[in-house]
């Protein structure tokens, strides 16, 4: 049953899996810096800017978070699934996800970072052009 909006539940989710992508940013760039990559700064470029990328709008979602009296937090895990308590100005919700689908969400926003980092640079452009 649900007892959160919709909204608040989809901030609270997308924190969470943005912080698991975060965490597999960080473990990919410890790879590349120990591995045998013959040109390794391009892919580190890469994977720092989709941290940063990922951590900007986790700071975003941390204030809304707040802002809200939001936290999520993991009750349980085991080999096939990971409930997760969302709660909301006092409201609480648990949410099983199934092991392969928390990964398949994570590679989701894997790739959306990857392809916001490898857009370029926005330029402002001036009116008196």
């Known amino acids: 049953m649900r007892y959160l909006q919709e909204n608040d539940s989809r901030v609270a989710l997308r924190f969470l899996f ?3 992508a975060m ?3 960080e473990q990919d760039m410890k790879h590349v810096k120990a591995g045998p990559f ?3 700064e391009h892919f580190r470029q890469l994977l ?3 941290l940063f990328i990922a951590a900007d709008e986790r700071k975003q979602l941390r204030k809304i978070m707040m802002q809200k009296s939001m936290q999520v937090v993991r009750l349980h895990k085991n ?3 990971t409930t997760y308590l969302l709660v909301c100005n006092g409201l609480e919700e648990k949410r099983n996800f ?3 689908a928390i990964r398949k969400k994570v590679e989701e926003i894997l ?3 990857m392809q916001k980092a490898l857009l370029p640079p926005r330029r402002h452009v001036s009116s008196n052009t």
Do not use: G, H, T, W
Request: charged share 30%.
């Open 18 to 20: 943005l912080s698991m």
């Open 23 to 25: 965490v597999v940013i």
């Open 38 to 40: 013959k040109i390794k």
């Open 48 to 50: 720092e800017r989709m």
């Open 79 to 81: 080999d096939s699934f």
């Open 98 to 100: 199934f092991n392969p």
């Open 111 to 113: 790739l959306e970072l």
